[in-house]
């Protein structure tokens, strides 16, 4: 039979080892901030433009760029580079700024077809391309909900959402993104007349227009365009528009004569980190982490391709 402790000195012991020091743990490593997190990442996490998707439109301000997406609207981009081929923007004006909302570039001419620039080899009509179906995109999705979609997330640096049960998925309009206006019929568009979002998100054009891209460099030059005081923003005199030098594909432009950028890719463990840094804001300033982030509230990392080092 084994021995008894006697009651009390049952009592002593077991008073003892609930005062007993708990074992020392190794402190929770602190989650990396926005900018520790771009300046961790490896030159796989970032990605160069495709020259034949890439078009700079040169303002007497400076160079936009910007992105085409052909996954989502691949006959609006193809007539957008002829467009762009045939040198239609060159000499057209920036005609609409309206706050809060847009900025819109085109033909000053409007639907006055007499006084209307021709075309050349882009198409007249276009279909609506407001969505796409959702099977083989490399979808990205964020972890927190929406209230437009069912999903959101990201698709090659495109904010994006889609419709599990639909089968179909569509491009956000976030600030930056670029759509192909339209009249009332559906398929009334054909990139002639692009537009760009410079105010809060106006997610209720999802699935309403054709978008064709984004802004990646050079929002500041269309943001702050003077704002328009005609209907919905138009300037109602010539002197009020603002000329469009030239628009160029980048496959067009020398190599030494490219934007020399690249931007942080969207399907990485480096972007799920981006990602959880602006979720939840560890900088010293923020008190309160989120917990939630919006797809417009994401914009993806641009910097200049860093030179090779030099050999040592």
């Not at 309403?208 to 704002?227: D, H």
């Amino acid at each position: 039979m084994r021995p008894t402790l006697p009651a009390s000195l049952l009592a002593l012991s077991l008073a003892a080892c609930a005062h007993a020091p708990a074992p020392a743990t190794a402190p929770a490593a602190k989650a990396p901030t926005t900018q520790e997190v771009i300046d961790a990442s490896t030159p796989a996490d970032w990605r160069p433009l495709d020259p034949d998707n890439t078009i700079y439109m040169q303002l007497p301000s400076g160079m936009v760029v910007i992105e085409l997406a052909p996954a989502f609207a691949p006959e609006h981009a193809a007539n957008i580079r002829a467009l762009v081929g045939g040198r239609y923007f060159d000499g057209l004006s920036i005609n609409r700024s309206q706050d809060n909302f847009v900025v819109q570039w085109g033909d000053p001419a409007g639907d006055e077809l007499p006084l209307r620039r021709p075309l050349g080899e882009a198409r007249a009509s276009l279909p609506a391309e407001f969505s796409r179906a959702a099977g083989g995109l490399d979808f990205h999705a964020l972890p927190d909900p929406d209230g437009w979609a069912p999903e959101v997330g990201f698709v090659q640096g495109f904010a994006a959402a889609r419709d599990p049960k639909a089968g179909k998925a569509w491009l956000a309009h976030c600030y930056g993104t670029v759509g192909a206006g339209r009249a009332m019929a559906p398929d009334s568009s054909n990139g002639s007349e692009l537009y760009v979002v410079t105010g809060q998100s106006p997610r209720q054009l999802d699935l309403n227009i054709t978008t064709v891209g984004r802004v990646v460099v050079g929002m500041e030059r269309l943001s702050v365009m003077p704002r328009g005081t005609g209907p919905l923003g138009f300037y109602t005199e010539a002197s009020q528009r603002t000329p469009i030098l030239a628009v160029r594909l980048a496959s067009e432009m020398p190599q030494d004569q490219r934007a020399q950028i690249e931007v942080m890719r969207t399907d990485t463990p480096t972007w799920d980190a981006y990602v959880e840094s602006r979720r939840n804001r560890r900088d010293e300033w923020y008190l309160h982490p989120a917990g939630h982030i919006d797809v417009c509230n994401l914009s993806v990392p641009v910097r200049p391709i860093p030179k090779p080092a030099a050999a040592g």
